[in-house]
């Protein structure tokens, strides 16, 4: 029905920048929100950056300032902009969507698969 679909990962030395990129597509009414989370394994999931249909954020204490969430609304696709990277950067990023359904016009919440984000000292 829906698919997340992310990319934009990779090995990035510390203090330098990557942008990740997050696009759902499917049967979708609209989008309410899209979030980015990351895990280190053996680690709990952590919300990282958070984006609101209204444009509404709000993100990590560890990452304000660093970090920016932006959306194309006609490209259903999220963004996350990483400046100023470190080594505890370090993680696996998911994105999160809650989209409203064409068949029901009820909200569910889908997952990407993660793309690995590593940043070097």
């Known amino acids: 029905q829906v698919q997340v679909v992310e990319s934009g990962g990779g090995l990035v030395q510390a203090g330098g920048s990557l942008k990740l990129s997050c696009a759902a597509s499917?049967?979708?009414?609209?989008?309410?929100?899209m979030d980015w989370y990351r895990q280190v394994p053996g680690q709990q999931r952590e919300l990282v950056a958070a984006i609101r249909s209204g444009g509404r954020t709000n993100y990590a204490d560890s990452v304000k300032g660093r970090f920016t969430i932006s959306r194309d609304n006609a490209k259903n696709t999220v963004y996350l902009q990483m400046n100023s990277l470190k080594p505890e950067d370090t993680a696996v990023y998911y994105c999160?969507?809650?989209?409203?359904?064409?068949?029901?016009?009820?909200?569910?919440?889908?997952w990407g698969q993660g793309t690995q984000v590593t940043v070097s000292s």
């Open positions: 999160n969507v809650m989209v409203v359904l064409i068949t029901t016009r009820k909200e569910y919440s889908y």
């Open positions: 499917g049967s979708i009414f609209s989008i309410n929100g």
